[in-house]
């Protein structure tokens, strides 16, 4: 099992080129099963959750090629198995958005229910809430969601739950009223930069959809879709992270292929607590100089400050001047980076959703446990900034949404060496 061993107190300066995002990504490849012929798709990330993605779309009878251009070439070459594994849904929570286009394709699926993670319960009952409304029946038997719909009718659907609405669960009933048989006008929709991007593809493919990226969504059923060529978004979370490693070890880099107007509540933050963020071509350039101020965050959904850069900015905040409170709105309990940035000398106290975080003069290198993406993002960053050693253990989880982490930090001068060791645990 990997480690990442890292030497504190670097600065980092110089350029990065943000990846296609993970989260548009993994959806986009799902509706690829919706196509008649081949999709390809540009700027997928090389990660853990996109080869966890290629071998569940094979087992769906999809051919999944890597292209010499790097672009992903899906084609569907035969619709006889409509079940997605306990197995594989059990790797990656994710799994999950193949159940809309599956439903809407071949009009049966059996999809492992996913069970919770890290950073929570994470239910799928908005999903299935969705998929009922357009015709759709669903059993539970052994652990797996297994949904019919002879015909599928447009319907009005309220997608909204008690922490606003769903990414995912928006990203399947919009794949399944694309093939749905009239209009089906989805209220309380995730208007996420990734529901856009799938919209988008969707559109390219002949499908009928407006109002992307606002709440409410309206979908024209169409007869068939067919295979077209798109490029992924840029992942604004890879970029929030590079922006925040930029901003604590005080330094200087420009980060290209970044949508701005996707990271609007994130660089208003940064610029709040003394970060500089300039705009420059497709990109900017991050600078911070000294100790940060300290503020308050809460996550929301988009375009509030987003729940995968929480953990992040909690390690930025415990190097800051005073007191910082960050409340999580999206998963109350994702806060298992908290105790491991105590151990760092991090003073970050927990009370529910909440943390309050004195802002410290410094870190100091220790052993820590990842125990969720971007909770072992902000780890690392922790780490670049603390006095000596950290040592991340499990890094596995990092690698699901960052490419060559280590590599990429090196580059902009970070000291971080990858090593194979046994888990402390076994
Ligand atoms: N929820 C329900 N019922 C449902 C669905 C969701 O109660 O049927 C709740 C969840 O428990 C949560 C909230 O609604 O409290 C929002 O969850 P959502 O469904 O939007 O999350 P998701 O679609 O499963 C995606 C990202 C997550 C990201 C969230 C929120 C992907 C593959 N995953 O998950 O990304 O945190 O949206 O923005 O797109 C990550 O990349 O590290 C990650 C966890």
Do not use: W
Not at 279 to 296: D, H, I, N, S, Y
Not at 323 to 330: F, G
Not at 352 to 357: F, L, W
């Amino acid at each position: 099992m990997d480690s990442l061993i890292i030497e504190g107190g670097t600065r980092l300066k110089g350029t990065i080129r943000i990846n296609g995002s993970k989260n548009a990504a993994l959806p986009i490849m799902a509706a690829a099963l919706l196509a008649d012929g081949p999709s390809v798709i540009h700027d997928v990330p090389d990660l853990s959750d996109i080869t966890h993605q290629n071998g569940l779309l094979t087992e769906l009878g999809a051919r999944v090629q890597r292209q010499k251009d790097g672009g992903l070439r899906i084609e569907v070459v035969d619709e006889s198995n409509s079940l997605a594994r306990y197995d594989l849904v059990r790797k990656m929570r994710a799994s999950i958005c193949v159940l809309g286009p599956l439903l809407a394709k071949r009009r049966h699926a059996r999809v492992s229910m996913p069970g919770g993670c890290a950073i929570g319960d994470r239910p799928v009952d908005i999903h299935l809430r969705g998929l009922k409304a357009l015709g759709a029946t669903v059993e539970l038997d052994g652990g797996d969601i297994v949904i019919d719909a002879p015909r599928l009718r447009g319907a009005e659907i309220f997608l909204g739950g008690n922490f606003g609405s769903t990414v995912l669960g928006t990203d399947n009933v919009m794949c399944a009223a694309a093939l749905a048989e009239g209009t089906t006008v989805i209220e309380s929709a995730a208007c996420e930069p990734e529901v856009v991007d799938l919209a988008d593809y969707l559109n390219a493919m002949g499908a009928k959809i407006t109002g992307q990226g606002t709440p409410r969504i309206v979908i024209e059923g169409v007869k068939e879709l067919h295979g077209c060529a798109h490029r992924i978004i840029p992942d604004r979370i890879e970029a929030g992270t590079f922006m925040v490693a930029a901003a604590i070890c005080s330094g200087e880099v420009t980060l290209e292929n970044v949508r701005l107007d996707h990271l609007l509540a994130v660089t208003d933050k940064l610029r709040g607590i003394g970060v500089t963020v300039e705009k420059e071509g497709g990109g900017c350039t991050v600078a911070a100089l000294g100790r940060l101020r300290a503020t308050t965050i809460t996550t929301q959904p988009h375009p509030g400050f987003p729940t995968d850069l929480q953990a992040q900015f909690m390690a930025l905040l415990a190097l800051a001047d005073g007191n910082s409170i960050i409340t999580e709105k999206i998963f109350p309990d994702r806060f298992l980076h908290v105790a491991e940035l105590s151990r760092m000398g991090a003073r970050v106290h927990r009370e529910g959703a909440t943390v309050i975080i004195e802002g410290e003069q410094r870190l100091i290198g220790a052993p820590v446990m990842a125990s969720d993406l971007r909770a072992s993002a902000a780890l690392v960053l922790a780490g670049m900034a603390a006095r000596g050693t950290t040592t991340v253990n499990r890094v596995y989880h990092i690698d699901r949404g960052y490419e060559r982490i280590e590599e990429r930090l090196n580059a902009l001068g970070a000291k971080i060496r990858r090593v194979n060791q046994k888990d402390p645990d076994q």
